[in-house]
């Protein structure tokens, strides 16, 4: 079971793995059943960068989200 902490841990790791990458939107976390895993937001859930299942044991999930833009309100 992954809690919050190791959750938060994780993220920092994957964070650093994706670097710059212009195809990642954001990473952040969310929950998998009672579990907490890192969530990597990309443009397309079919080109993204080579992510590792689990980061420290605690799961990494990649969804496709389409590109983010700044709108005037």
């Known amino acids: 079971m992954s809690d ?3 959750a ?5 790791q994957v964070q650093s ?3 710059g990458d212009p195809r990642v939107n954001g990473v952040g ?3 998998v059943g009672p ?5 990597v937001n990309v443009v397309d859930d079919q080109d ?3 992510l590792p299942e689990r980061v ?18």
Do not use: C, M, N, Q
């Open 35 to 39: 579990d907490w895993a890192v969530k």
């Open 8 to 12: 938060r841990a994780a993220k920092s």
């Open 29 to 31: 976390l969310t929950h």
């Open 56 to 73: 420290e044991g605690v799961r990494v999930v990649v969804r496709g989200v389409g590109g983010i833009s700044a709108h005037a309100s």
């Open 48 to 50: 993204y960068p080579d």
């Open 4 to 6: 919050r902490d190791a």
């Open 17 to 19: 793995l994706i670097g």
